[in-house]
C-alpha cells in the first residue's frame, strides 16, 4: 500500500516468468534488458531490498475461508466506475454468485484511468483490459449515463441492494488560498488534465498558451503531468488518445519553460521516482535543478539516516543530485523548484506573474517536518498558474462526509457515523473516497478486497438488512428516470468505434467526447 512501483527482489526471483506474463501494464523486465533510460531501476530496486530484506517467513494474508460459500442471494450495487471500482466487483466475482450492479454517471467508464492517466502512457491504461472480463459475467451488470442523487436515491440502492459501495473518487481540487488565484489565467490542475483527456464536462474550457512560461503549484504526479504534456512535441502526442482539441491547442503553444514548485525539499517531493526518471529521459527537454535546492543540509542528512526512512525517499534525492547542474541546453525547460510557496497571483485583467516566498525546514521533533516561510521572496513572469496540491472527495447525498480530510468516514471501508462511531448498515467505500488521493493504480486492488472482505464477513454474519424491494424493480425504475441508460455491450461498440476512427489517422483511438455523439455511435 505503500510502496511506488513494484519490487522484485533479485536473489529470491527464480526467472520463471510468472510475473510477466500476470503484468497488465508491460511493467516488469530482466535487468540485462533494461535500457539506458531504464538503468536507473536497477538502483531503485535493489535498495528497496537493502532497507526491507526478505526473511524465510511468508506475509501474512486473509485466508478468506468463506471463498466457497454460496452467496447468490448476496446483491450489492457499486457507485463509480475507475479502478477502485472495477476491483471492487472483480473482487465480489471471486465468490460463488453475488449481483452486483455498477452505477456511473457517465456514459463511458474507467474514471481516471480514462480521464487522469496521460495520454502518452498508453501502458498504463492497458489496466483496463482486467476489467473488459467482467463483460462476460452473468452476476454483473454496468449501468451508464445513471447518476446517482438524481436518477436514483442512496436510500432506493438500499432498498435494492443488500450493500452498497461507493467508489466515486476525489475528484475536487484544494485551493492555495491566495490573493489572485481566481484571476483569468490560473487553473485547477485536475481541470487541465480533464481538458486534454476529453472528458464531457471540461471539454469546453480554454487555456491561454500564448506565453512562453507556465507555473505549477504542487510537484506530485499529476504536476508532472501537466507539466510534461505542456512541454511535449504535439507530434509525439498525435498517435495517443489526447482529446483532439487538446491536440490542436498544444500545437499552437508557445509554452517553453514550465517551473514547478514545491513548498518543502526534495525529500517529501510528491511525485514517484519513476515519473522522474522518464521526464529526465526525454529528448529535447532540460530538467533544471539548481544545486542550491538539494544541497545536502543538516535536516536533510537526519532525513537519510533515519532508519525509518523509505529507500525511494534516500533514491529521490540521490536521483536529484545526480540532475542538479546537468542541463543540456535543450529548447525546453522543466524548472523544479523546492523550499518555496506562493503567496500571491498578480495582475488586473488576468495572471502577469507569481510572488513565491522562500521557505525553510523544521521539524516537529517526531520525524516529520514542515515549511516555515522566511522573509525572502520572488517574482516570476508568468500568464498560465496551475494549482496542483491535492484532489479531494465531495459530499455525497445522504452520506457522513469529513470535510477536513475530503472523504467519507470509514473503518477499513465500513462507513460509520461520525458522531457516534457506528458503521452504517450496509454502506462501504472504496479508492480515494475512502482513503484520501494516495496511491497507484494498482494500490485500488489492495484497498478493495478489503472493503469487500468487511462486505462478505458482514453479509455472512447476518448484520445486512435483506433487500426491501424485488432486484428486477430497480431496472424498470432506472429505465423511467434516465432517459438512456447505457450497458456494457453498448461500452464496447463505443470503445470500437473510437479505436477505428483513430486507427484511420494512425492514432490509438478517437475519444468521443460529445455525450450525444456517443449516444448517437450506439443506436446507429
Known sequence: MRTEML??????????????????????????????????????????????????????????????DELSNLRVAIVGSGPSAFYAAIELEDFRGPQTRMLERLYTPYGLVRFGVAPDHQTTKSVTDQFDSLQRSTT????????????????????????????????????????????????????????????????????????????????????????????????ELERSDIAPHALEALRGSSIREVVVVGRRGIA??????????????????DVVIEGDEVKSDAILQSILEDPETESSVDFKVRFGQSVAGRGSGGPKRLVMRFLQSPVRINGVNRVDSIDLVRNRLESDGRGSFSAVATTDTERIDTGLVFRSVGYKGTPQLGLPFDPERGIIPNVNGRVVDPATGDYIPGVYVTGWIKRGPSGVIGTNKVCAAETIEMLIADFLDGK?????????????????????????????????????????????????????VILNTVRA
Not at 454496468?142 to 436518477?151: I, M, S, T, W
Open 268 to 285: 517529501q517531493a510528491g511525485y514517484t521516482n519513476p515519473e522522474m526518471i522518464a521526464l529526465c529521459s526525454r529528448p529535447g527537454l
Open 140 to 235: 454483473f451488470q454496468l449501468n451508464l449515463g445513471v447518476e446517482v442523487g438524481r436518477h436514483v436515491t442512496h436510500e432506493e440502492l438500499l432498498a435494492h441492494h443488500h450493500a452498497v459501495i461507493y467508489a466515486v473518487g476525489a475528484s475536487s481540487d484544494r485551493s492555495l488560498a491566495i490573493e489572485g488565484e481566481d484571476l483569468p489565467g490560473s487553473h485547477a490542475a485536475t481541470e487541465f488534465v480533464a481538458w486534454y483527456n476529453g472528458h464531457p464536462d471540461h471539454a469546453h474550457k480554454t487555456f491561454d498558451l500564448s506565453g512562453h512560461r507556465a507555473v505549477i503549484i504542487g510537484n506530485g504526479n499529476v504536476a508532472l503531468d501537466v507539466a510534461r504534456i505542456l512541454l511535449m512535441d504535439p507530434d
Open 464 to 516: 445486512l438488512t435483506e433487500p426491501e424491494q424485488n432486484p428486477e424493480e430497480i431496472v424498470s425504475l432506472l429505465a423511467q428516470r434516465a432517459t438512456d441508460v447505457l450497458t456494457f455491450e453498448d461500452w464496447k461498440r463505443i470503445d470500437r468505434a473510437e479505436r477505428e476512427a483513430g486507427r484511420a489517422e494512425g492514432r490509438t483511438r478517437i475519444k468521443f467526447v460529445d455525450p450525444q
Open 7 to 68: 519490487h522484485i527482489d533479485p536473489e529470491a526471483c527464480i526467472d520463471c516468468g510468472a510475473c510477466v506474463e500476470e503484468c497488465p501494464v508491460s511493467a516488469i523486465k530482466p535487468e540485462d534488458e533494461l535500457t539506458v533510460e531504464e538503468e536507473p531501476y536497477r538502483e531503485l530496486n535493489a535498495d528497496y531490498f537493502r532497507v526491507h530484506p526478505l526473511d524465510d517467513t511468508l506475509p501474512e494474508f486473509s485466508t478468506r475461508l468463506h471463498r466457497s
